[in-house]
């Protein structure tokens, strides 16, 4: 039983499982998304969601931190640069995984995990709802605006008989 066992074996030594998701990550910092099965997906967020928070703070010693676990000079050149540029505002939450579904030759569940920042369709709708005003998502929002508009008309109107009763 694995009573209290947090971490994701993957049917692996710590070593093989270290390197596995060491190279992993390497690649999601270099090409912003890749394609792996679902279960190796979730461990690499666990992986290189604190990492690229370490690389927000450029500073020798969190490049020296980041690169004990990547060993890959390039991969924290673009971590500490364009990465962290991006991701710069955000509080956490750096990746999305989209499941993908079965793959061909092995039936195992396959999805793409990407960095949130560096997609441009997501991206793009987000950006034009931070420029506008605050949306909300209730409907009677727009008829209780109406209904205040259409109150003074009627109030005008009233005045108006009023005063040829009053001569």
Known sequence: MRHGDKI??????????????????????????????TAKAKALRVYVEPLITKGKENTTHQRRVVFSYLQDKEAIKELFGTVAEKVGGRPGGYTRIIKLGARVGDNAETAMIELVDFNE????????????????RRAGSKKKTETVVDAPESTEATPATEEPKAE
């Open 8 to 37: 994701k074996n993957l049917g692996r030594k710590k070593a093989h499982r270290d390197a596995l998701l060491s190279n992993l990550a390497c690649q999601l910092i270099q090409y912003k998304r890749i394609v792996t099965t």
């Open 121 to 136: 369709i997501y991206g793009k709708g987000k950006g034009e709802e931070q420029t506008g005003a605050k949306k909300t």
